[in-house]
């Protein structure tokens, strides 16, 4: 099994509501992050979970909230989100070394 | 501070002809090179990398050439083919597990 997977693929949500994206992966690979990517734009990284644990947070507002449960899951979880959040909100995983293997994406909509 | 560039946001090659990306960047640490090719709506697919102490890398239509001394990278497709119209991504790697993306260059092979 060489792909991340994420569901789901298309999340509309209201500004007051409560919603988590998840991915998984079962390469074994311990290294998991959330991008996030705007139209026309580069993937831009939000979170880096190493070995389960928060490794890196690139300054992402508190309404957006990781979790690593296990090694082959990652989630995502969304409270109070703005309109300008609407994004696709990227998945990927690796070893190391660089070759970061990501998921198909959430493409959210913040009403 | 853009520590990947790629300048030409577009590219237009005809069917069969050399398509030649291009990538600058600044960031001296960086330990592997890697370009991404990105359909919309879809996450990027891994392409081809180059460690920095390498100078070429190939992998059938793909080659990646790397000049340190000038901290400019360049994928080489040949022959272009209709299916590699996309967006194409380069991105350094530096050992804090830390992906770092250019602004992407779409390419658009025409038959």
């Known amino acids: 099994d060489t792909e991340v997977t994420q569901t789901p693929k298309h999340l509309v949500m209201g500004m007051t509501n409560k919603k988590s994206l998840k991915c998984e992966q079962h390469m074994g690979h311990r290294a998991m992050y959330w991008y996030k990517q705007k139209a026309k734009k580069p993937p831009e990284l939000m979170f880096v979970y190493s070995y389960e644990k928060l490794s890196i947070n690139e300054s992402v507002p508190s309404r957006f909230s990781p979790e690593c449960p296990n090694s082959s899951l990652l989630n995502l979880h969304l409270h109070a989100l703005q309109p300008e959040d609407s994004a696709l909100y990227l998945c990927?995983?690796?070893?190391?070394?660089?070759?970061?293997?990501f998921g198909p994406g959430t493409r959210l909509t913040v009403l | 501070d853009q520590q990947v560039k790629q300048n030409s946001p577009s590219l237009s090659v005809q069917e069969g002809r050399i398509s030649i990306l291009n990538c600058d960047y600044t960031n001296s640490m960086f330990d592997y090179f890697l370009w991404y090719k990105k359909y919309p709506a879809e996450g990027p697919t891994f392409l081809i990398s180059?460690?920095?102490?390498?100078d070429k890398n190939e992998d059938g239509r793909f080659t990646v050439f790397l000049n340190k001394s000038a901290k400019h990278l360049s994928l080489h497709i040949v022959p272009s083919q209709p299916g590699d119209s996309a967006v194409y991504f380069c991105a350094g790697w530096d050992a804090g597990n830390m992906l770092t993306f250019g602004g992407g260059t779409r390419l658009m092979v025409k038959p």
């Open positions: 990927a995983s690796s070893l190391t070394q660089g070759e970061q293997f």
């Open positions: 180059i460690s920095s102490i390498k």
